[in-house]
Every structure is written in structure tokens, then in C-alpha cells.
């Protein structure tokens, strides 16, 4: 079939063993480059930037944060002028650090040209601990001294200081750049990295160690699903499609299941996975985000305020979670990790649980998030799971075969990608009913880059879009939510049940699911409205 002007979003059908829908990119995408020239209008782009990668010899920096920023520097979604300084306590000189950066940036599939024309921005500054004032006072002098050289009439300075580093040290770093790293003439602006907290607690005193430095302008915590690519297109998914919309609540979707399955273990990383656990790790921050932006209202626009208040609001209108919400599992062999000390740990690699949000829009709607380690696949999907067909048309009621729920499913990763998995009739002379599988996938949309979660985060900060970051009122509702449940399992040494690794779970999971999916039950009936 061919497109026509009159149609310009037409779907090509194409039947094989399922049916498959893939976008006409010829009209979605009218530039090779939209995003750039876009960005090349906007004020900071034709400032100056000093970028401050604090941890910078650290494992996240290597493996995310330069690269992100190598990718941008690429794209040329850097301003012209801009220079990376690294800092840590290790000793290392500039070549050492580039050295050290070059066989990860490289992996990025960058050319070696580009990657060493980048290297020649990065420098990188050592002290002795992350609160060292007179390290900083010579690093900002360099920037300083960059910035003097690159001013042009009425120009700009602006710093973004990365922390990459663990969050007992984001407090003598914040006091420090308050104190020492300012920028006179431009913003300001400081990343920072989970996990922002084990409890409602510390989480509190750890945004009491920046709020007393910075303001929540200021501050950019990244939770990196909210830029992956399927979860940035929900917003406009849900809010430029009207027939999503309408559907989009209680009277249609039955439950909605958000699921992240990985294939491997701890992998000798246990000993610091020991300490968190899958539902600090997995489900507090990474699932929940998506559960806001999936549950949320209409925003009142599209101002990162707006949203986050969206997202606020759904989370002030769920139920604390406990023990009898979940079903919790531990891999066996977890503990035979040796860097995990304590052998009789409870320390859950699997975690399901059941929420409820309490809204005209969800009441009575199970809200299922699951996370685990060393399952059976590597997948993160969202499936909303529409209420069954009630139609007495003997035509579609008389099969042996029961019709399944229609379900809407949004697949993370990995092949990022939309489906709409509904019942058809079999083709042919048959009327009996099979499943019919919609699928959009993003890696069939030519002439389209899907850069990593890092890259798109880091050019909202220096964008000054707060809309995919984590606002504190969030941050301390999501861990109000999660606590109580962390310490039951911290104090009661509640035992998690075993499944065998490459296993879909623990064994009573097919029922528990069952059980729990189940809309509207009895607990869910205590609405708060
Ligand atoms: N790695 C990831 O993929 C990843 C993903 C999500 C979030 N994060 C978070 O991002 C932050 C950095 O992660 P990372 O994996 O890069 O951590 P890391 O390698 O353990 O630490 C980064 C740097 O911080 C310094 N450091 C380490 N432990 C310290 C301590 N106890 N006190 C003071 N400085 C210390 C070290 O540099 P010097 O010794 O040279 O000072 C190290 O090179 C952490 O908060 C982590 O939870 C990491």
C-alpha cells in the first residue's frame, strides 16, 4: 500500500506471523536533525560550559557520564565552547586520566578522531577528600581561567558539576562548590546520582546536605528511566493520541503489570547489592517513576513542575506497602557470592508486589511491580491488561478457546518497542480466535538515533528542563511508601523463598500473580476518597 499526503501517519500492514505495524518514517521524520538545530537556538548552547565530573575515577563516570557526554560532544549538542574537568582523590595527571577513559569512550562506536578531539577538552584535578577547599580553589581557577579566555561581549559562564560519586560524600562536595565553584555570570547546576537513601530517613538527611547549599533549581537527580526512550514517549503517547486518553483508567484496563527481569546474579558486586537489595535498587526508584508517568493526571502543561506534580499526586494516593503486598525471593547460590559476608542473608533478589492508587482514574485497579535478579530472560516492559470481552455474540462467545484480555505493552527493553496484542479471527476458513500481535518497533524507524538514557538526561540539565529529574517532595513520598515494608524485612529477618536461577521466579509466583491481579479486591476497597 502506498502512503497518501491526506494520510501522512498511515501504518504499512504487513502479514507474517503476527501482524506488523511499522511507522512511514517518511513523514515523521522531516529533518536529519531536528533536535540540533532546535538546541542551536537556545542561549546556552552559544555560552560557555565547564562541565565537573566529580568522581571521575570512578566506574559510573567511565562507563556513562564521559560518554554521554562524548556522544553529545558529537552530535554537537555541546556549546562551542566547553572544557571537562575530572576530580577525585586518586592521583592521576591529565594524560593519565584520558588514557585511562579512552578504551570505554571508544566502545561507544565513536571514530578515534573524534573520541581524541574530545580528550583534548578533559583535564582532570586531584584532593585528598571531596570536601578539599583548596583542591577545588585551584580547579576553579583553571575554569576560571577558561572562561576568561573564551568570553566574548556579554557572554555567559555556566558550571554543571556531575557527582559521580557515593552519596556519603555529596555533602563536604556540596558545601565546597557553594563555597568555592559558583559560576558569577551563569547557572549552576548539580547531577546527582541514587541511590538517594536506604530509608525515609537518610533520604531526609541526605537532601538536608545539599538543600542547606542549593536550592531544588539547582539540583538534578537522575533516576535514568526516565530517560529511556519508551518512558519519554509516554507523555506524548497518552496526551497527543485522544483514543488512549479515553481509555486510559479503570473502566477499560484491569490491571497493569510493570515488570524487570534481569539474566544474571550479583556477579561480585554482591557485597554492595547486599547492602540495598532489589526493591531499594529496582523498584523504589526505576518502577516507581514509570508507575507515575503511566497512573499520572493530565499535567496542567507541559512546565517540569506540572508534571512532577502529576507525579506527586499519584504517589500521595497510594497505600504504604507492607509484607502481605509482596512476595519476596532469593536466588539460590545468591550468598555464595564472596563478597557477600553475612551467609544467612535475607536480602531479596526478587521482589513482586501489589499497589493500589487511589484515584477516581485507578481505584480498584492492582498496580503489579516486579523485579528480579538471574531470571529466566532480560526484560522491562509495561502491560496494561484491558478487562475481558463480555460480548454474548454466540459468534465470539462459542469457541473452546477462551479470548484472552486485549493488552497494551511497553517494551523498555531490550528491542524498545509498542504492542497491542488483541484477538483476531485465524485466517482462512477457520473462525476460531488467535492472538494478534501489533508491534511498532523503534529499531525499525530509519534515520533515527535512540541515544542512551545518560546522554538525553545530561542535555536536559544543561537545557534547564527539571521535568525528567526526581523532585524531593517525590523522592521522600516514594520512600514514606517503601519503609515501612524495608524495615519489616530488615527487622523481622522475614526469609524470602528460594528460586532456582534462570527460573521465572519463586514457585509461588503463577499463583500469587493470579491472585493478586485481580481487580478491585476486598484490601482496595478502602478507598481514601
Ligand atoms: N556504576 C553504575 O553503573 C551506577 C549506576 C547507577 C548509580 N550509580 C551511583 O553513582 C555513584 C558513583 O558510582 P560508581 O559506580 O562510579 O562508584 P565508585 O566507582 O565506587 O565510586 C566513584 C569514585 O568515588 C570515590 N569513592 C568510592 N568510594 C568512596 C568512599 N567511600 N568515600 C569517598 N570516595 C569514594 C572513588 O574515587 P577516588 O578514590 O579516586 O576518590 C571512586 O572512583 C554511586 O552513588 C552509585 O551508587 C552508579
Known sequence: MNKTASDPLHLRTQMDSNFSFRADTDFVIDEPNPINKAVSQEDWYNQILSIVVVGASGDLAKKKTYPALLNLYEEHLLPREFVVYGYARS??????????????LLKTGTSEHIVTSFLEKCFYYSGKTYGDESAYTSM????ATFEYEKRSVNSVANRLFYLAVPPNVFGPSGVVIKKVGMSESGWTRVVVEKPFGRDLDSCNELLKSLSDDFNE???????????????QNLMLFRFGNPMWEKIWNRDTIESVTISFKEPFGTE?????????GVIRDVLQNHLLQVLTLFAMEPPESDDADAVRDAKVEVL??????????????????????????????????YAAMRCWIHTPRWEGVPFILQAGKALDEKL??????????????????????????SELVLRLQPNPALELHNNIKTPGLSFSPMRGKMTMNYDDIPNVSNPDAYTRLLLSVMRGDQGSFVRDDELRRSWEIFTPLLHSIDDTGVRPQPYKQKSKGPDDLAEWMELMSKPGAAQSLQSSL
Not at 561480585?268 to 547492602?275: A, E, K, S, V, W
Open 140 to 143: 576553579v581557577a583553571n575554569l
Open 380 to 405: 522491562v516492559d509495561v502491560k496494561a491488561r484491558f478487562r475481558s470481552p463480555t460480548t454474548t455474540l454466540k459468534s465470539v462467545q462459542s469457541f473452546s478457546k477462551k479470548l484472552e484480555p
Open 268 to 276: 561480585g558486586r554482591g557485597g554492595y547489592f547486599d547492602q540495598f
Open 217 to 231: 533549581d539547582h539540583i538534578y537527580r537522575i533516576d535514568h528511566y526516565l530517560g529511556k526512550e519508551v518512558v
Open 316 to 349: 500521595k494516593n497510594m497505600d504504604v506497602i507492607t509484607l502481605e503486598d509482596c512476595l519476596l525471593g532469593q536466588y539460590d547460590g545468591y550468598s555464595d557470592d564472596p563478597t557477600i559476608e553475612n551467609k544467612e542473608t535475607n536480602c531479596p533478589t
Open 91 to 104: 592521583a592521576k595527571t591529565h594524560e593519565e586520566l584520558r588514557r585511562h577513559l579512552f578504551p570505554y
